[in-house]
C-alpha cells in the first residue's frame, strides 16, 4: 500500500522550507555583513536556547489541548532570583539554580493539579500564575540587577564558556586568521532537552498519552487511559523546563529584572504554531517547534542585521507568519473534510 | 442461588441523577463463555447499568463480585475494571483520530525494546496481524481519522478483544457496521465465546440478538424485567417484556396507508452533484411523499441528502422547491426554504447536550426568525410542552439538559426542534439508529403522520423493513450514484426486491 502523504508532514515540511529560504535569502542579501558564517546561526541558537526549552514545554502542555502561558512570568522570576541571590545574597551559584529548578517543579504541580483534578481551564490557571510569578519578581526585587564577573565568576564562567567547534567551519578574519565557530553551554543544554523532549513524545507512554488526551479526552478515559495524572505531568513538564528555559536566558542576559521576558509566553506559543502544532490539541512535535524558533531568530536576525529597520518589524513579520500557518492549517483540515 | 460458572453478579443496583432514578434495584448476571443481551427501551437503564460496571458512573448502593476478585468491586474508573478483565466497547467509537490506527490498539499497554521505550516495529507489526486476522483492511500506520466510523468501530472492538479480557461488553456496537462487517464480529464474538469469555452484548436489533445470544436480561424503567434463556423467548414475548405492553401497537403501523397526491412537486434537483462523495444526480419529490433512499453504507445516501440541504456544497447542478430556483449556499438557505434535517451522527451534528429541553427545540426556530427577534417565552413554553407531549418524550421536565436524557429521548427532541419549523421536506437520516423498538414505532408512525398532513419526508435507514413500512418510493444508491428506483405500486416493496436492487444483480 503505498503511504499516503499526511497533512500535518507536509506542514512541518513546510515550516523546514520556510526557515531554510528565509536563511538563504538572507546569506544572500546580507552576504557582506557575516550572514553567510555558521556562526550567525550559532548565535541564534546561543540568542535562543532559552526559548527552545521553553517551547518544547510548550509544546507537551498544547498537545494535550491546553496553553501555558505563565512563563514569561516564571522566566522573569528564575533570572531575579538568580540575579538577586547572587549580588545581594551573596549565594552560591548552583545552589541557586538548584533552588529555581524546584521551584519550577513546585509552581508546575499547583498549576497541572487545579488544571487536571480542579478542572479548571488552563487558560485561567497559568494567567494566574503569570500575574503571580510576575509579582513576586517585584517582591523580590524591583531593581535591574546585572549579574557581573565579580558578583559570579562561577556563573559569569558558564555564560561565557566556549565551546569551539572545528577550525574549518570558521572563517579568515581580516588579519588573515582562521577563527573557529563556537556555541555556548547553554546551546547544548538546550538541545539536549530538545532530544529527550523529543524521544519522550515518540517513544514513551506518557508522550503517547499526551497526544491521546489531545485527541480525543473522552475516549482517552473510556480506554483506560489515566488522563488527569497525565495532564498534571504536562504542566509540571512546562514549567520545569520553561525554569531550565529561565537560567539559560539568565547565562544570555546577564540580568535580572520585572519587565524581563514580557511576551515570551507568545513567542514560545507562536513556535509552535508555526512548528505545525495545533492549539486544539493532539498534532505537533517539539523538532517543529524547534524550527519555529529558529524561524523566529531567524527574523529578528535579518531585521538587526539590516540596522536600519524598527526592531518591531520583527514582530509584524512574526504576525504574518503565524496567519500564513494558521491559514495553511485550516486549508489542510478543509481538504481532509472535503476528501472524505 | 448458588450457580456454578458465574463470572460477574450485580445485585440490587441503585443509582440516581438529579430527578431521575436512573436505575432501581437493578441486576444483572455473567456467565462464563457466553453471549448475554442486554434488552430494553431507551431509558430502561442498559447503557446506565453498563457503566456502573466499568467504572464511568458510581452506584448509590448496591453489590458487585466477580469471579477471583476478592469482595464487592467498586470501579472508580474504567482502568480499574480493565485491571480486573472486563473490556468494554462503546456505542461511540471512543478512540483517538489524531492517533495511528496501531496506537489506537495499544496506547497504554504498548510492546517496549529492551531500554523500557516504545517499540514502534513491533508495535505496528502486531497490530498488522491483529487487523488480518480479524479480516480488517487498513494500513494500521495511517491515522485513524482516514477511516470510516465502521471501520473505526472494528478496530475499538479489536483493541478490546486483544486484550486479556474475561468480560467483554458490546454497548450497541453494531449501529455503524453493514451486515457483512456484523457477520465478522459475530464470528468473533463466537470465537471469544468458546474461550470461555462471558461477553454482554447491548443492541436493538432482535435479529441479531437472536443469531449469537444465549441468554437475554430484559429491563424495563431502569428495573429488572427478568433473565431468559434465548430458547424460552420468542420474539413477541421479547418485545412485550421490553414495552411492558402488547404489540398490537406494531401491527398497527404495517397497515398505514399513504396517498402520495400525485399533483405537486415540491422539490427537483438536476444533475446536483459533489466531488468525491456523490455523482450527478436528478431527484424528485412530492408533497406528502415519503421517499426512502436505500443502501448499504456509504452507497451515497447520506451524502446525496447532505447535498440537496447544502450541508455539502453541490458542484453542479440545479434545485428548485416550490417552482422557484433555489441558490443554496449553506444550511441556512435550505432552512429558509423550508427544509429540515436531522443528521445521523446526532451526538455531533445535532445534540446540545448543554442546553435545556426547552432550549433544543427552539433553537432551530429562532434561527430562523433571526437572532433579534426572540420568541416569548410563553411561546416557547407552549411549543416545547407541545413537542414533548407529542413526541412522547421522557423527561423529567422541559428544562432538563439534554444531556441529561437517554439517546432517543435525545432524537426526539431533535425530532422536534424541526418539526417546530414546520418544515416542507423533512429529511430524517437514520433516525431510530440506537434506539428501543417502541421510539422506533412512534418516530414511523410521526412521519406517516405529517406526511399525510402534506409534508414531504426524505427517509434513509438501514433497516430495510422500517423503510418497507413508512416509505411510498425508494431510490437505490450504490457506490455514490442513484441506480434504481422501486415504487409500492409498481412491485411489491419487499426485503427481497429491494436487497436485490441494492446488490445490483439480477440474481
Known amino acids: 500500500m503505498a503511504k499516503k502523504i499526511n497533512g500535518n508532514n507536509i506542514l512541518l515540511l513546510i515550516t523546514f522550507v520556510l526557515f531554510v529560504l528565509m536563511y538563504g535569502i538572507g546569506c544572500v542579501i546580507y552576504a557582506d555583513k557575516g550572514f553567510t558564517h555558521l556562526q550567525t546561526f550559532l548565535n541564534i541558537l546561543i540568542t535562543n536556547a532559552g526559548l527552545i526549552c521553553v517551547a518544547c514545554g510548550m509544546t507537551c502542555v498544547m498537545l494535550t489541548g491546553g496553553i501555558d502561558i505563565s512563563v514569561g512570568s516564571l522566566i522573569a522570576m528564575d533570572c531575579m532570583i538568580l540575579a538577586d541571590g547572587m549580588s545581594n545574597k551573596h549565594m552560591n551559584a548552583v545552589t541557586l539554580v538548584i533552588m529555581v529548578l524546584v521551584i519550577g517543579l513546585v509552581f508546575g504541580t499547583v498549576q497541572g493539579v487545579l488544571v487536571s483534578y480542579f478542572d479548571i481551564q488552563p487558560f485561567i490557571v497559568s494567567m494566574a500564575g503569570m500575574f503571580f510569578a510576575r509579582g513576586m519578581t517585584a517582591v523580590i526585587n524591583t531593581n535591574q540587577l546585572s549579574i557581573t564577573q565579580d558578583v559570579s565568576p562561577l556563573f559569569y564562567g558558564w555564560a561565557n564558556a566556549k565551546i569551539n567547534l572545528p577550525a574549518f567551519l570558521g572563517y579568515m578574519n581580516k588579519k588573515g586568521k582562521m577563527i573557529p565557530p563556537f556555541i555556548r553551554p547553554s546551546v547544548v543544554i538546550a538541545l539536549i532537552v530538545l532530544v529527550l523532549v523529543f524521544v519522550m513524545l515518540k517513544y514513551t507512554k506518557f508522550g503517547r498519552i499526551l497526544y491521546a488526551v489531545g485527541g480525543n479526552e473522552t475516549s482517552a478515559t473510556m480506554m483506560g487511559l489515566n488522563v488527569k495524572q497525565t495532564k498534571m505531568f504536562a504542566y509540571i513538564l512546562s514549567s520545569f523546563l520553561c525554569s531550565i528555559g529561565g537560567v539559560l536566558y539568565c547565562l544570555n542576559t546577564m540580568s535580572g529584572s520585572v519587565q524581563q521576558a514580557r511576551g515570551f509566553e507568545m513567542d514560545a506559543i507562536a513556535s509552535s504554531v508555526i512548528g505545525g502544532t495545533l492549539l486544539t490539541g493532539g498534532v505537533g512535535n517539539v523538532i517543529g517547534s524547534f524550527v519555529g524558533v529558529l524561524i523566529n531568530g531567524t527574523i529578528t536576525q535579518l531585521v538587526t542585521t539590516n540596522g536600519k529597520l524598527l526592531s518591531s518589524w520583527a514582530n509584524i513579520a512574526t504576525a504574518a507568519l503565524l496567519c500564513f500557518f494558521i491559514i495553511l492549517q485550516s486549508i489542510f483540515a478543509l481538504i481532509k473534510e472535503r476528501s472524505k | ?507
Not at chain 2, 274 to 290: A, C, L, Q, R, S
Open chain 2, 1 to 507: 442461588m448458588a450457580e456454578e460458572n458465574v463470572l460477574i453478579t450485580m445485585r440490587d443496583i441503585v443509582k440516581t441523577f438529579p430527578g431521575v432514578i436512573a436505575l432501581d434495584h437493578a441486576q444483572l448476571t455473567l456467565r462464563k463463555g457466553e453471549i448475554h443481551a442486554l434488552m430494553g427501551e431507551n431509558g430502561a437503564g442498559k447503557s446506565t447499568i453498563i457503566k456502573c460496571l466499568t467504572g464511568v458512573y458510581h452506584r448509590d448502593s448496591g453489590e458487585v463480585h466477580m469471579e477471583g476478585v476478592e469482595g464487592n468491586i467498586f470501579n472508580r474508573n474504567t482502568m480499574d475494571a480493565q485491571n480486573i478483565g472486563i473490556a468494554t466497547v462503546y456505542q461511540e467509537v471512543n478512540l483517538c483520530p489524531n492517533l495511528s490506527v496501531a496506537e489506537n490498539l495499544f496506547i497504554g499497554r504498548e510492546p517496549r525494546t529492551a531500554i523500557r521505550t516504545i517499540d514502534w516495529r513491533k508495535m505496528n507489526k502486531q497490530a498488522q496481524k491483529l487487523m488480518d486476522d480479524l479480516d480488517i483492511q487498513v494500513d494500521v500506520t495511517q491515522t485513524l481519522e482516514n477511516y470510516s466510523i465502521a471501520i473505526q468501530q472494528m478496530i475499538a472492538i479489536a483493541r478490546a478483544v486483544d486484550m486479556e479480557c474475561k468480560a467483554l461488553i458490546l454497548d450497541e456496537p453494531t449501529s455503524s457496521l453493514d451486515d457483512k462487517e456484523v457477520e465478522k464480529l459475530f464470528k468473533l464474538m463466537r470465537q471469544l465465546k468458546a474461550k470461555g469469555v462471558g461477553i454482554i452484548f447491548v443492541t436493538h436489533f432482535l435479529e441479531q440478538v437472536y443469531e449469537v445470544c444465549d441468554r437475554i436480561t430484559v429491563m424495563r424503567n431502569g428495573t429488572f424485567v427478568g433473565e431468559y434463556k434465548i430458547e424460552e423467548l420468542p420474539r413477541v414475548k421479547l418485545v412485550a417484556a421490553m414495552l411492558g405492553k402488547d404489540v398490537d401497537d406494531l401491527a398497527a403501523i404495517e397497515k398505514s396507508e399513504i396517498d402520495p397526491k400525485k399533483a405537486e412537486t415540491l422539490l427537483t434537483a438536476k444533475g446536483l452533484s459533489h466531488k468525491g462523495t456523490i455523482h450527478p444526480f436528478d431527484f424528485e419529490i412530492e408533497k406528502g411523499e415519503v421517499v426512502g433512499l436505500a443502501g448499504l453504507l456509504g452507497s451515497g445516501r447520506s451524502e446525496l441528502v447532505r447535498c440537496l440541504y447544502g450541508a455539502d456544497l453541490a458542484q453542479t447542478g440545479t434545485e428548485t422547491i416550490d417552482g422557484k430556483e433555489l441558490k443554496i449556499k449553506n444550511p441556512l438557505d435550505s432552512i429558509k426554504a423550508g427544509m429540515a434535517y436531522l443528521p445521523d451522527d446526532r451526538k455531533a451534528d445535532g445534540c446540545i447536550a448543554g442546553l435545556s429541553v426547552r432550549e433544543n427545540i427552539i433553537i432551530a426556530l429562532q434561527a430562523r426568525y433571526g437572532l433579534f427577534k426572540k420568541i416569548p417565552m410563553s411561546k416557547q413554553i407552549e411549543i416545547a410542552d407541545k413537542y414533548i407531549k407529542e413526541l412522547n418524550v421522557k423527561t423529567a421536565s422541559r428544562e432538563t439538559l439534554l444531556g441529561q436524557l437517554s439517546g432517543g429521548n435525545q432524537q426526539k427532541v431533535i425530532l422536534g426542534r424541526w418539526l417546530a419549523t414546520n418544515p416542507k421536506l423533512l429529511i430524517l437520516d437514520e433516525p431510530t439508529r440506537g434506539i428501543d423498538i417502541g421510539t422506533k414505532t412512534e418516530i414511523q408512525k410521526k412521519v406517516i403522520e405529517l406526511a399525510k398532513k402534506g409534508m414531504s419526508v426524505i427517509f434513509i435507514s438501514s433497516e430495510l423493513d422500517e423503510m418497507i413500512r413508512t416509505c411510498t418510493r425508494m431510490l437505490i444508491m450504490r457506490d455514490g450514484k442513484k441506480v434504481g428506483e422501486l415504487t409500492s405500486s409498481e412491485t411489491e416493496l419487499t426485503q427481497g426486491v429491494i436487497m436485490n436492487a441494492i446488490a445490483g444483480g439480477e440474481k
